[in-house]
């Protein structure tokens, strides 16, 4: 019989898998179906607000025979996906109808796919890692190929799942690998187990630890694991693209950092020295190949690319302080990403997809305050001060610099340059362009709430750096 404390930690959890299959059936008796939408957010912020008054009585810990945990670092991450998740259904509810998109189905899977996340995040044990990273990306492939009329949509979904899978064997591997060598699937007790080994038993957990990268790898798209990506973004639904581009990526991060930092923290040396190459390599492909994209959702996933190769290098000093910078970072992503899909979903109209740089020629002039909001997007992205990214980015090179990696950060720095060309060019057709048509861009009120809280958020945590940072520090603490 399970205690009552170990259902109260898995609360927030249950609640948005409820939520999920309530939303399946209100549907099919529901005239309205913007409703589900709203029973969807509800369910999430009813979800975030058991989960910080658990935190807040002093309810963490772990349950299940420690293979599941509450606690400030999965708090924080659960933060990142409670806003990934209500701002993609916000940018959904007119998007969805124009791609007419069955609302029960979709709204149901984002909730499935953003409760996987949340398992991820509070993981122990392996067997719970790989039961969360199944039930969010299960959820994924379908919402990548939820447009079943659209060719690229079909492709999307089958390059992910193909992919997708090949990442899970390697996960699969090393969880059976690690077993072998330590007897235990709980992260903890790796951990101590790695203490008893000898040098040789070590080199052996070596080989699981570069199969838990490739396989982490491929969730965040470091290269050469990120050959899915492009395609996969382009073909998605665009709120779909947001949303995987967004709460997937941190979960990812999220147990690879608890993987590599709680279970393998005693080879930190190994591992730094496979992720230092890895995050420039990535860091160069994704700005390089960004350079001659014309669809924007393909500059945006190699955008993305470059992204995670910057957020890795967090994982390189092996320090609480870089680690908290790491995931100061990915929130600050989040937010400014999610605010630039929310302008593209925007530009889908009746007829224009709204996916090519040519469609943004002359947006200033047809829709002058989304051309300004969009801009303090590309400019934040770019890492222009006093926007977050500038203060995202700064931090972690702190960090790494502090660390000895300074050619590294040079490197980043140099990249981050030319990131500037693609992201500015956005700009230029905005700006600087006549536009080919002199339709009215339309802003529905949900989208307003989602750029008027990213923009405001991009621009006070650049003004207010500190309040993030120690939020994440604290939360590696608690």
């Known amino acids: 019989m399970f205690e009552t404390i170990n259902m109260k930690i898995l609360l927030p959890e249950l609640i948005l898998i409820c939520t999920g299959l309530a939303v399946i059936l209100l549907d099919l008796v529901l005239r309205k179906k913007e409703t589900v939408a709203f029973i969807g957010v509800a369910g999430a912020l009813l979800s975030a607000y058991y989960n910080f008054s658990l935190m807040s009585l002093g309810w963490s810990g772990a349950v299940f025979q420690n293979m599941f945990v509450l606690d400030g670092y999965s708090s924080f991450f659960k933060l990142i996906f409670y806003i990934s998740l209500i701002i993609t259904i916000f940018i959904s509810l007119n998007y969805i109808k124009t791609e007419r998109v069955s609302s029960g189905e979709y ?22 890692l790989y039961l969360g990273i199944e039930l969010m990306s299960l959820s994924l492939y379908i919402l990548a190929g939820i447009m079943r009329e659209r060719r690229t949509s079909n492709e999307a979904a089958i390059k992910y799942f193909f992919l997708g899978a090949f990442s899970s064997a ?46 982490f790898g491929f969730k965040v798209a470091l290269v050469p694991f990120h050959m899915w990506a492009p395609d996969v973004y382009e073909g998605a639904p665009t709120s779909v693209t947001a949303f995987m581009s967004t709460g997937p990526k941190a979960a990812a991060f999220a147990v690879m950092g608890r993987v590599l930092f709680y279970a393998f923290g005693a080879l930190q040396l190994q591992w730094s020295a496979i992720i230092e190459p890895l995050s420039i390599v990535t860091i160069a492909v994704g700005s390089i190949l960004a350079l001659s994209q014309t669809n924007i959702k393909r500059m945006l996933a190699y955008s993305a690319i470059a992204h995670a190769g910057y957020a890795s290098i967090g994982f390189l000093p092996g320090t609480q302080e870089a680690f908290a910078a790491m995931i100061n970072y990915l929130m600050i992503y989040i937010i400014v990403n999610l605010g630039a899909f929310a302008v593209v979903v925007i530009m889908r109209r009746e007829g224009i997809m709204g996916e090519e740089l040519s469609d943004y020629s002359g947006l200033a002039k047809k829709n002058p305050l989304v051309a300004f909001l969009m801009l303090i997007f590309m400019f934040s992205l770019t890492g222009i001060p006093p926007l977050a990214g500038f203060i995202g980015k700064f931090y972690i090179f702190m960090g790494a610099v502090e660390a000895g990696y300074t050619k590294l950060v040079i490197a980043a720095v140099i990249f981050s340059a030319v990131s500037a060309f693609f992201y500015l060019r956005v700009v230029v057709y905005m700006y600087m362009k006549e536009a080919a048509e002199p339709s009215v861009l339309i802003v529905p009120h949900s989208v307003k709430l989602v750029l008027a809280f990213t923009s405001i958020m991009a621009i006070l945590l650049g003004i207010f750096p500190s309040v993030l940072l120690d939020f994440a520090r604290a939360s590696l603490l608690g």
């Open 107 to 128: 709204y149901s899977l984002l909730l499935f796919s953003a409760s996987g996340m949340m398992i991820m995040a509070g993981a122990a044990d392996f067997m719970v």
């Open 170 to 215: 390697f996960l699969l591997f090393g969880i059976s690998l690690t077993y072998g060598l330590t007897g235990t699937t709980s992260i903890i007790e790796v951990a101590e187990a790695l203490n008893r080994l000898g040098p040789a038993g070590r080199n052996i957990t070596l080989i699981a630890v570069i199969f838990f990268v490739t396989a």
